[in-house]
């Protein structure tokens, strides 16, 4: 495929940056607000051309952003859809932010149509429904549904810029299935750096295999289950952790750990599995509920006893000292939830900002290697 067949179909199957959720009225001027700050324009009619132009530019990239707005539910209550333009938007109030560093460059958002997850669920009928919709075209081949969006635009974008991190704004923990698969197709041996309350280790929830409780599941098969997998944080799961550890070969820090041992004493701990099985590159998931509720409480199902926000930026940066970031993302930040705290959600966006900050920055230093 030609270098602009590639641009065209990233156009087709996204959005500019802050455009992923479908508005008609409510919220139409508050994402074009956004979208005007983002490609720093002051009409409307000037956004798609200043986003064509970046995704012309994409092989000058060492860090590459894509917003994923899918939210279908993270069997609770729902609002990770808002994540992506509500953490670009307290990207965009930091001075010194990597988001805004050369380098680094927004390739937008999935368009996601809400009710829909994978098209694999999807009646021939219902594709063609929504490709007319989507693309003006029953008859095109292109996906509908936001993690096949997503994963068809990381692929394309894994050729325009080879050597970019890709870095994913969530949504539910479900887009970090395509997005680890993405990054996993590039050939480097991974290893899986993930902060989570839950496992999301389960093969099918409901009948439903790609799912924000099923990703991590799916993404140690891929790993082979030999222990590539880290979990930290995980203190809300039905079965325990040996259960976890005996039967996927996944290895947890659960909460007793996390305060009775040093974060050094883990950090090695990791750095050192990882190197034992040959890891070339990391790829960190973030939920934001890994992290203790008290400092994050805009999210589905906030949890408490977990790692501080200084835990959990220690131990990301010190296994990013020890190996370069293959892709990461920071999921299930849900603006519309932790009301009642009058200091959410700004709260809960200034740690996941923190969180981007520190992948952003790793992305960089990647990318120069
Ligand atoms: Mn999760």
Known sequence: MKVSERVDELVRILRPAGG??????????AQRALQRRIYEVTHDAAVEHAWRVALERL???????????SDCGAGFVRGANQGPAALRDALLS????????????????????????????LSEAQKAATRRALYGDAETA??????????????????????AVPIVLGGDHSVSWPAFAAA???????????????????????????CFATWAYHANELLGRDGR??????????????HWESTLGVRQYWPDELHTRSLEAIADDIIERFRARGVQAVYVSNDIDGTDER???????????????????????????????????VVE?????????????????????????????AGLSAGEG
């Open 59 to 69: 092989d000058e990239a060492r860090v590459v952003v894509l917003g994923v707005p």
């Open 295 to 329: 400092y994050v409480s805009a999210t589905g199902t906030p949890a408490p006893d977990g790692p501080s926000p200084q835990q959990v930026r220690w131990l990301t940066r010190r296994v990013l000292k020890a190996f370069p970031l293959a892709g990461g993302d």
């Open 20 to 29: 992923g959720v479908y508005v008609v009225s409510t919220g139409l001027e």
């Open 184 to 210: 996993h197709a590039r050939g480097r041996r991974l290893g899986l750096l993930h902060f989570d309350a839950h496992t999301d280790l389960l093969p099918e929830r409901l009948g439903i295999e790609h």
């Open 333 to 361: 930040v849900a603006p519309p939830l932790g009301q009642g705290d009058p200091h959410e959600p700004e709260r809960t966006l200034h740690v996941a900002a923190d969180y981007l900050d520190d992948l952003l920055s």
């Open 94 to 121: 930091r001075p010194d932010t990597p988001y805004l560093a050369d380098g680094v460059t927004d390739v937008g958002d999935v368009r996601v149509v809400p009710q829909l997850l994978t098209d694999a669920m």
């Open 142 to 163: 292109l996906p509908v549904a936001p993690l096949d969006l997503c994963r068809l635009a990381l692929t394309h974008v894994a050729a325009l810029a080879p050597n």
């Open 229 to 242: 997998l880290v979990q930290v944080g995980i203190r809300a799961s039905g079965r325990t952790k040996e």
